[in-house]
């Protein structure tokens, strides 16, 4: 992977599943009539025998990886985001965080990615509920290196664990490198305010950074790939240094890692917070970048959003 | 199975029966009915069926074992109790703060205990991916499921993919004692016909009298019902079977003794276990 390239993240996250399983056979994967669109084409090809498509069923897929899981294998199960974590909730809840099995939930098309096939097809409350989980790891790959490298530190973390991912071609932002579950990366340091982001949304993030720059404002941006468990320390370090912390995602500006982050600040370092995401509705429906400028998640509009929270 | 080996395994159950009053006694209420339908089905299991260890309650290659109407979580306590997979004096906890036996099983506080269960509609799910897990290795997996709880669309998701994946080292036993909260299932939401509905989705069904030692038993050594397809045995129970005053009647299912109730249930109780201990005796 080059930096600049746009990458296929459902391409990019099969392929790193299929290559994983090479090397490990207690990975299984699931499907509810989502296998081949959520990137496993290769893997049903090379292990027919770990490949359990079930249908429409995201209830009972889930259930059945859970029990999966008890015998030792490691089932991933992606589909489209709201449904493998708002269908299933109960399942995920009580089959996997409560018995603490080993299963990797994956929501593709997440966010308002899947956007012109409107709210039904939205996940903007994912963040919110599966951080609820106790032991459920709730992560968010900004780049298409992460994906490669979340779905290892996903699938070698024991423990259930829920990744959301995108759905158009997603820019190489990264060099290669380890993904540690629970911590973020400063992006780029300066002291008039700290920006927060996650996932889809760090691409445009990284632009407003330059944008504000222009503008003779200096932030610290840190990319922030796991949302749950938060990596506090560098949190309340940033807050400090800054007096100020932007979150931004593609989520409801509820329970998310906006939501997150203004709680543990609200503790640990009291600065105030912008939580930008989504207003609490179910979003309008139509193309991904006019959704992104609309809500003020393009590059301009997280500009615009800082400016505003600095007063200026 | 010989008359002697038949009554040992009633005897046994009605043991287990003193152990669910015991934890009654103990939490001074309980969901009884459906632990006492389900009685005779699990003491079959645990005492005659299952390839398990209780000294090593992790052995690789076990059958499992998983109660999907989580509720009749008493069935389970007596029967892992009685079968040795913890001391009978856990079982004065039940109800107390932060007993190893609550309401609902779970599987990381009492050794036996293979999964979660007590939302209804989850486990035929886990019972079959636990199935499809132990593929292979020779283990089987026992589930047993409460009739109420087949209005839960979850449970038909697992139907079809066990019949779909040919699952056939799952048997799912449906306590089938025909009462929930509210009243008669026909009446709450009727799912019958029920053996035709698992047989349209593809299951091998076998319908049984469920408090019926014998027929459990030779339910069980016919399994699988059919090579390449899940079993399911439709047992038609006595909501409460045991004790006469409570047996057949919805209050049953969740009991809070009141006056001497406890003490005449006890009595009917040992009154059986004394009989069946003379029968032993007399068969053998």
């Not at chain 2, 989850?122 to 089987?140: E, N, Q, Y």
């Not at chain 2, 499921?145 to 994946?165: I, K, R, V």
């Not at chain 2, 008669?184 to 989705?201: C, L």
Request: glycine content about 10%.
């Amino acid at each position: 992977m080059m930096i600049g390239d746009k990458l296929d993240p459902r391409k990019t996250f099969g392929a790193a599943i299929d290559e994983l399983a090479e090397k490990d056979d207690r990975i299984v994967v699931m499907s509810a009539d989502s296998g081949g669109s959520s990137g496993h084409k290769a893997f049903m090809k090379n292990h027919p025998d770990r490949y359990f498509e079930c249908g429409i069923m995201e209830q009972g897929v889930t259930g059945i990886a859970s029990g999966l899981a008890t015998t030792g294998k490691i089932p991933i199960f992606c589909a489209i985001a709201p449904f493998v974590t708002c269908r299933n909730y109960e399942m995920a809840r009580n089959d996997l965080g409560y018995m603490r099995q080993n299963v990797k939930l994956v929501g593709r098309n997440s966010g308002f990615t899947y956007s012109d096939l409107g709210a039904t097809h939205h996940s903007l409350e994912d963040f919110a509920i599966m951080r609820m989980i106790p032991g459920m790891v709730v992560l968010a790959p900004q780049d298409p290196t992460e994906i490669r490298s979340a779905a290892k530190a996903m699938v070698e973390h024991v423990g259930p664990v829920y990744m959301r991912i995108g759905n158009p071609a997603m820019e190489v932002l990264f060099e290669d490198s380890e993904f540690v579950i629970g911590k973020g990366r400063v992006l780029q340091s300066g002291d008039d305010l700290t920006i927060v982001s996650t996932g889809t949304t760090t691409v445009d993030a990284i632009k407003a950074a330059d944008m504000l720059k222009s503008k003779g404002v200096n932030v610290t941006l840190v990319g922030m790939p796991t949302v749950w468990p938060l990596d506090k320390e560098l949190l309340v370090e940033c807050a400090k240094r800054t007096g100020r912390v932007m979150v931004v995602e593609e989520h409801y500006v509820y329970g998310g890692l906006g939501g997150a982050v203004a709680e543990l600040l609200s503790e640990e370092c009291p600065v105030p917070v912008k939580r930008h995401g989504v207003p609490h509705v179910y979003a309008i429906s139509g193309p991904y970048a006019d959704l992104l400028a609309y809500y003020k998640l393009d590059a301009k509009g997280i500009a615009e959003t800082a400016l505003e929270f600095l007063g200026k | 199975m010989k008359e002697a080996e038949l009554l040992r395994l009633e005897l046994t159950a009605y043991r287990c029966r003193r152990n669910i009053l015991r934890m009654i006694e103990a939490g001074h209420h309980g969901h009884f009915g459906g632990s006492f339908s389900s009685i005779d089905i699990a003491t079959a299991l645990y005492f005659y069926k299952m390839n398990i260890d209780p000294a090593n309650p992790k052995m690789e290659h076990r059958d499992r074992f998983l109660l999907s109407a989580g509720h009749k979580c008493m069935t389970q306590y007596a029967v892992l109790a009685e079968r040795g997979y913890f001391d009978k004096a856990v079982l004065d906890t039940y109800g107390s703060l932060g007993t190893k036996l609550p309401g609902h099983p779970d599987m990381y506080k009492l050794p036996g205990v293979e999964a979660n269960t007590g939302a209804l509609g989850h486990g035929l799910s886990i019972a079959t991916g636990m199935a499809l897990g132990l593929r292979g290795t020779g283990a089987k997996v026992y589930a047993i499921m409460g009739d109420g709880e087949l209005a839960e669309g979850s449970n038909w998701e697992a139907a079809a993919a066990a019949a779909h994946h040919k699952v056939d080292n799952v048997t799912a036993f449906l306590d089938n004692n025909g009462l929930q909260i509210s009243g008669r299932v026909t009446d709450v939401m009727s799912m019958e016909p029920i053996a035709e509905k698992f047989r349209a989705f593809g299951w091998a069904v076998r319908e049984i009298d469920g408090n019926d030692m014998r027929q459990i038993v030779d339910a069980l050594d016919s399994l699988p019902f059919e090579a390449g397809k899940p079993s399911m045995v439709v047992a038609h129970t006595v909501k409460g079977k045991g004790v006469s005053f409570l047996e057949d009647t919805a209050a049953c299912h969740f009991w809070t003794p009141k006056g001497d109730e406890l003490e005449r249930a006890k009595a009917e109780i040992e009154a059986k276990i004394s009989a069946l201990e003379t029968a032993v005796k007399e068969a053998e």
